[in-house]
């Protein structure tokens, strides 16, 4: 049986850590060639060699999606490397500090909109003008389930991005559906990452209420989430566009 993703070239953003990290793993292993991107070199090569010592096959870009000139690097990076570009899961993000909205300075917001929402803007409008020239592709935006309703309270800046994300995603979506090109986002809850102990700050208390809060009493994996943005990046995925789909352990049901 050929592999969900055998020989699609993937660029993953983020791809230095947690949910990103797992994707370009798992996709690898479904038969990606990967080109991981992210700031930090030194874990993106360990993303690069735990996929190679599985056998898969891999490289990688230092890239700061918030820089154009950088993005535009890591999609042609691709091209250079593996002959392409058939998929991207557009990844990079962070968190801000816990405050409530009068608490938040404008500086701490701008970073936070310019790497999560305008970095996300930035990696479509490189992917999407390769795939517009080279028979179309899949793209998937990682959102949130904060991106589907208020979130926490205290998490604003964090909130307005991936809301803003799911109108990027759905927007061009329907803009590119007769031109070859899908694009989807995924909106994970929370999942057992090292961002998502900024939150919990590794407190066993803080940990058991939100396990209490989630229907399914527990966090997610990040390899549950890498399995559906997997899926979302195959041809088993063809009829699937604009579509914002939790992976939350029910929290938005």
Request: some cysteine.
């Amino acid at each position: 049986m050929t592999a969900l993703l055998e020989d699609k070239i993937i660029l993953v953003t983020g791809a230095s850590s947690g949910i990103g990290r797992e994707a370009a793993i798992v996709m690898a292993n479904h038969g990606a060639k990967i080109v991981a991107a992210a700031r930090r070199e030194s874990d993106l090569s360990k993303t690069v060699n735990k996929i190679e010592s599985n056998g898969c096959t891999a490289t990688y870009v230092v890239a700061d999606v918030t820089v154009p000139e950088q993005i535009e690097q890591a999609v042609q990076h691709a091209v250079a490397s593996f002959g392409g570009l058939n998929a991207a899961f557009n990844n990079a993000g962070i968190l801000e500090p816990t405050s409530s909205l009068h608490e938040v300075d404008e500086k701490t917001f701008d970073i936070v909109i310019n790497t999560n929402l305008k970095g996300t803007f930035l990696s479509m409008k490189y992917e999407i003008g390769y795939m517009l020239e080279n028979g179309g592709g899949a793209i998937v935006n990682d959102s949130s389930y904060m991106g589907l309703r208020g979130g926490t309270g205290q998490q604003t800046a964090y909130t307005a991005s991936k809301h803003g994300l799911l109108g990027l995603t759905k927007s061009a979506a329907r803009d590119y559906a007769r031109k070859g090109i899908r694009i989807n986002a995924v909106c994970p809850g929370v999942i057992d990452t090292t961002m998502m102990q900024g939150i919990d700050n590794n407190n066993p208390d803080i940990r058991e209420k939100l396990e209490r809060w989630i229907p399914m009493s527990r966090y997610g994996k990040p390899s549950e989430v890498a399995n559906v943005v997997s899926f979302l990046c195959s041809d088993a995925a063809s009829y699937i566009t604009g579509q914002a789909i939790p992976i939350d352990g029910g929290v938005t049901s």
